[in-house]
């Protein structure tokens, strides 16, 4: 009785959690890990209740066949209670996925109660008395626990497999969390030791004293229990051994046999997929090697000790090998970084060394900041200080990103940073202020007092003052810091989300958005839209759904039903200045379609002097410079540089062609000179770019918007450096860097790309 009011009450207040009011996988989790304890206690203390006589003799034949079935049916009334009642919650808070939340069941709390169940018997059978199977039976969870976590520290994987817990995925960041094959064979697996663990108690156990004894193994009239002992015995071994390529467990040796190509330079180990192109190893080295530098010299760190870089090919690699598709994470511990091959450069990789290196003072087992020597981690410092070491965060600073939270009030408090309410709020908030405060830190006080906060001594013996004192001048520093209203725009359209904690329905909205988007690949438009409106309904109608059912009509063709749902949305007061500002646009792509190319234009004009980034500037100025001319001409690439293309919209090689033939029709149109030489630049063609972009001086580069020429300068810089002129480059980024009338952002970005320059060059002449 004590456990089916433990499980009820915990269920209920569970039912009142965010992420867990819906029978998803975080409830199951949840159950999986009360019913299964409660499940393990109760039958461990059933042979002693049984030998007292508090519960009936099972037989003597069948006595531990017997006594499991009698405590797997109480461990499943421990099951079923939290399960009622959160279908009952569905009545309050609409399921997302019942089929899904039932298979989640199925595969997490149902197995683990089973197993608990088995493994509790067992502890009862060897154990004279309660007290003894209960301190056997506890021990043996918590074990399980421990064992899930020193696979988490010991190897690379950040997913976890347990008996009692069924499957946890490492991180939570990740929306989409799906039942796949390692699920399924882990818990075939749960089968064979459940059969393992009945077949030696039947073998061993004496129905006198309900004990395992050894003796029972002399017995002529036992050999034969000895079969389903053996053939479980060796099933159980099988699927052991088998677990690193069933993807229930990977170590390092895995990672590397899987990215078996090796690159070292300096301290870094960099293994990448065999089927990385050479030129890609080599960008991603170099640029490795120099993230490595600036984060070094940020926090005046350098260490000895090597560090591996893993390199995946794409999520589908990632999520097999080590878990956390959708994320790229570091193990400071392990001085490991795991991310996704990307463009040079890295979008995260310098974050994510920023975390290996501050291994070198952080705390306790994972080496990072926190609490209790380490072991109750501060996020908000760990991601801070990699945020601050981070370098450059696109159209603004770090500081402006944060000076623009606090004027739309928008910006955590100190609390909330640097307690577990960092991990409450939407992560592009929490991280950019996180890092903003901590780059304040070591600009007034340096780098050896940030690091001796992350090491564990206070704010106050580090920088001689209080935290409430330090967060007193930060927000006095913040208010100093110009802003454009275009920054306050792109700020708020950054910011202004909910956490994934949050969200609603969060995994399963992101299931269907991840259907739609092959529904899409695959051209079955009608499937796409099903999927995006059923996302919209189970989301809650969020904006982001509702942008992308809309995005889905455009591009079904269905532009009657996009022009109602916009106007619909331009009107409702929950949807932001810059998400209305997309929908203006979508909205003029429309009229552009319908042949009102004049209208077109004017609204992609109107739109670009409000427009919340540089790239959203850069494409409405080119729309605006486009519209007007020979739609038979232009059309294709107004297709393609829509918000939401078209059902016909051409691919992306007939794109590169239709871009070709316009600039051949129109020689002296610079928009066009640019959107070629910007084609050349994404397919990795630097002389190719450089070409084109002398052309575009040739047309005169200020014929287009500040903008534009401001990208121009910045792939010529970058295609410069790629094919080894780096004085050369150097000088273009100086120029960006020195030119007052380039937004702050962008002039430490330029400054960040001569410092890359220069790291080149001292590669080169070390050769």
């Not at 918007?705 to 295609?719: E, H, K, Y």
Request: with cysteine; hydrophobic share 45%.
């Amino acid at each position: 009785m004590g456990w089916l009011v433990f499980v009820s009450v915990a269920a209920l207040l569970a039912c009142a959690a965010p992420l867990l009011e819906n029978l998803g996988y975080e409830m199951a989790l949840f159950i999986s890990l009360i019913s299964s304890l409660g499940a393990g206690h109760l039958a461990s203390v059933y042979p002693s209740r049984v030998r007292a006589r508090k519960a009936a003799f099972p037989g003597v034949r069948y006595s531990v066949l017997a006594m499991y079935g009698r405590a797997a049916a109480h461990g499943l009334l421990l099951l079923l209670l939290p399960l009622i009642i959160a279908l009952l919650n569905g009545l309050r808070v609409p399921p997302c996925n019942l089929c899904e939340g039932l298979a989640f069941v199925a595969l997490i709390p149902l197995p683990s109660v089973l197993l608990a169940t088995g493994f509790g018997l067992l502890a009862g059978l060897l154990s004279p008395g309660p007290k003894t199977a209960s301190v056997i039976w506890f021990v043996a969870f918590a074990g399980s626990i421990a064992a899930a976590f020193h696979g988490f520290h010991s190897t690379p994987a950040v997913f976890a497999f347990g008996p009692f817990f069924g499957y946890f995925p490492g991180v939570l960041y990740d929306t989409l969390i799906e039942i796949d094959h390692r699920l399924v064979t882990y818990r075939l697996a749960g089968i064979s030791h459940l059969v393992l663990i009945l077949s030696a108690g039947a073998l061993l156990a004496d129905p006198a004293s309900l004990r395992l004894s050894l003796r029972r193994l002399s017995e002529r009239s036992r050999i034969r229990s000895l079969v389903p002992l053996g053939v479980s015995a060796a099933v159980a071994l099988a699927m052991f051994a088998a677990g690193n390529k069933l993807g229930h467990r990977t170590d390092r040796a895995d990672l590397e046999q899987l990215l078996s190509t090796h690159v070292s330079i300096g301290r870094l180990d960099l293994h990448f997929s065999p089927e990385t192109p050479g030129d890609s190893v080599k960008e991603l080295t170099r640029d490795a090697a120099f993230s490595l530098h600036q984060v070094e010299s940020f926090l005046e760190e350098t260490g000895r000790e090597r560090i591996a870089v893993f390199f995946f090919k794409n999520r589908g690699q990632k999520g097999d090998a080590i878990g956390a598709r959708r994320t790229n994470i570091a193990k400071p511990w392990r001085s490991e970084v795991y991310v996704i091959a990307d463009r040079v450069p890295h979008e995260v990789l310098r974050h994510e060394l920023a975390h290996a290196v501050s291994a070198s003072f952080g705390r306790g087992p994972f080496k990072i900041a926190g609490g209790l020597g380490g072991w109750y981690p501060n996020p908000g410092l760990i991601e801070g200080l990699a945020v601050a070491a981070q370098g450059p965060r696109g159209d603004l600073t770090i500081h402006q990103w944060s000076a623009a939270m606090k004027r739309l009030d928008l910006l955590p408090t100190a609390a909330t940073l640097f307690g577990p309410g960092f991990l409450d709020t939407h992560a592009s908030r929490a991280y950019s202020a996180a890092g903003s405060f901590c780059r304040r830190i070591k600009d007034r006080h340096g780098a050896g007092a940030l690091k001796k906060v992350y090491s564990g001594i206070s704010w106050k013996d580090a920088t001689g003052a209080d935290l409430n004192d330090l967060w007193k001048e930060w927000l006095g520093f913040l208010d100093e810091i110009p802003l454009r209203e275009n920054d306050l725009i792109a700020a708020g359209h950054r910011f202004d989300r909910p956490s994934v904690i949050r969200s609603v329905c969060v995994h399963e909205v992101a299931r269907l958005r991840d259907r739609a988007s092959r529904s899409a690949d695959s051209g079955r438009l009608d499937d796409l839209i099903a999927l995006l409106e059923e996302s919209v309904e189970r989301s809650g109608g969020t904006g982001s759904t509702r942008m992308a059912l809309l995005g889905g009509l455009m591009r079904s063709g269905r532009c009657d039903e996009a022009r109602a749902m916009a106007d619909d949305m331009l009107v409702d007061a929950t949807v932001g200045k810059s998400r209305k500002n997309a929908l203006r646009e979508m909205l003029a792509d429309l009229e552009y379609g319908a042949g009102n190319a004049g209208d077109a234009a004017r609204k992609y004009a109107e739109l670009s002097a409000d427009a919340p980034s540089n790239a959203d500037r850069r494409r409405l100025q080119v729309k605006t410079a486009l519209a007007p001319l020979d739609s038979r001409v232009v059309a294709p690439i107004i297709e393609i540089l829509a918000r939401s293309p078209g059902r016909d919209g051409p691919s992306e090689p007939l794109a590169m062609l239709a871009i070709a033939d316009a600039a051949r029709v129109y020689p002296d149109n610079p928009f066009l000179a640019y959107l070629l030489a910007r084609q050349y630049f994404r397919h990795g063609d630097p002389e190719g770019t450089l070409a084109k972009l002398n052309v575009l001086e040739r047309i005169d580069i200020n014929k287009t918007t500040p903008d534009i020429a401001l990208a121009a300068r910045r792939m010529r810089g970058q295609s410069l450096l790629e094919i080894g002129e780096n004085t050369e480059a150097a000088m273009v980024f100086q120029e960006i860097a020195n030119d007052d009338t380039v937004p702050s952002g962008a002039r430490e970005y330029a400054r960040d790309w001569m410092d890359r320059c220069d790291y080149y060059l001292s590669l080169e002449e070390k050769k």
